[in-house]
C-alpha cells in the first residue's frame, strides 16, 4: 500500500457526462500529480499541484481541469466526455522538497470507462 | 521534445531466464531516471539512478545508468512468476517553464512462464 487513496476505483458512464476523480496523498506529500494511462500509451503526464497551486501542465486537454485542497486531497474534474477518454488515471504524490529527485507514490487508479 | 524509450515492448521468458530491460532518453536537464513496475494497477517504485556505472541492486534486479550515452538497463535474473509484469522507466527532468517533471516511457510487459 502506498499511501496514496484514489476514489473511485471505477467509473463507467456515458459521452458528455462530467465526472469528478479524487485522490489523498501520503501523509506529508505536498505535490499531487494526475497521470493518465491508456492502452495504446505510456502513463501521459497531466497536472501537477504543490502546496495548492498548480506547478506543472502537461498534455491535459481545455475539458479537463483539476485542483489541490487545503488539506492537500485533490480532484480531477473531466466534462463533455468522449470515447477515446476512457482509460485509467493515477494519481501520485511526493514530498517535493523542489530539488527534484523525488519519488513518486501511486495510488491504484481509477479506471474510467465511457460508454 | 523529451523522450523516453523501452524497449522491447514485450517478452515471454521462461521461469530461470535472465532479461535485460533497456530505457533510453532523450530530455533537458536530467535530474534522474526512476524505474517502476506496474502489475495489476499502481506502479510501485523499484530503483532511482542519478550517477553513472554505480549499480543500484535489490535482491535478483539491478539497474545501472550510462549518462553519457543516456540509457539504463534493468537486469533481472532468475527470473519468477511473480516477476511478470509491466517495467516502466521514467525520467526526471527540470524546465524553466514548469519545474521538475517525470517522463515515462512506454514500459516493458515481461511475461514469465512457469
Known amino acids: 500500500d502506498s499511501g496514496v487513496t484514489q476514489t473511485p476505483k471505477h467509473l463507467i458512464t456515458a459521452t458528455g457526462q462530467r465526472v469528478t476523480l479524487r485522490c489523498s496523498p501520503r501523509s506529508g506529500d505536498l505535490s499531487v500529480y494526475w497521470y493518465q494511462q491508456s492502452l495504446d500509451q505510456g502513463l501521459q503526464f497531466l497536472i501537477q499541484?504543490?502546496?495548492?497551486?498548480?506547478?506543472a501542465k502537461g498534455n491535459i486537454l481545455e475539458r479537463f481541469s483539476a485542483q489541490q485542497f487545503p488539506d492537500l486531497h485533490s480532484e480531477l474534474n473531466l466534462s463533455s466526455l468522449e470515447l477515446g477518454d476512457s482509460a485509467l488515471y493515477f494519481c501520485?504524490?511526493?514530498?517535493?522538497?523542489?530539488?527534484?529527485?523525488?519519488?513518486?507514490?501511486f495510488g491504484s487508479g481509477t479506471q474510467l470507462s465511457v460508454l | 521534445e523529451d523522450k523516453v524509450v523501452q524497449s522491447p515492448l514485450s517478452l515471454v521468458v521462461h521461469e530461470g531466464d535472465t532479461v535485460t530491460l533497456n530505457c533510453s532518453y532523450e530530455v533537458t536537464n536530467f535530474r534522474s531516471l526512476l524505474w517502476y513496475k506496474q502489475e495489476k494497477k499502481a506502479p510501485t517504485f523499484l530503483f532511482m539512478l542519478?550517477?553513472?556505472?554505480i549499480e543500484k541492486k535489490s535482491g535478483r534486479l539491478s539497474s545501472i545508468l550510462d549518462k553519457k550515452e543516456l540509457f539504463s538497463i534493468l537486469n533481472i535474473t532468475a527470473t519468477q512468476t511473480g516477476d511478470s509484469a509491466v517495467y516502466l522507466c521514467a525520467v526526471d527532468h527540470f524546465q524553466e517553464t514548469s519545474g521538475s517533471r517525470l517522463t515515462f516511457g512506454e514500459g516493458t510487459q515481461l511475461t514469465v512462464n512457469p
Open positions: 501520485a504524490s511526493s514530498v517535493d522538497r523542489g530539488t527534484g529527485n523525488e519519488k513518486l507514490f
Open positions: 499541484y504543490y502546496n495548492g497551486e498548480e506547478r
Open positions: 542519478t550517477s553513472s556505472g
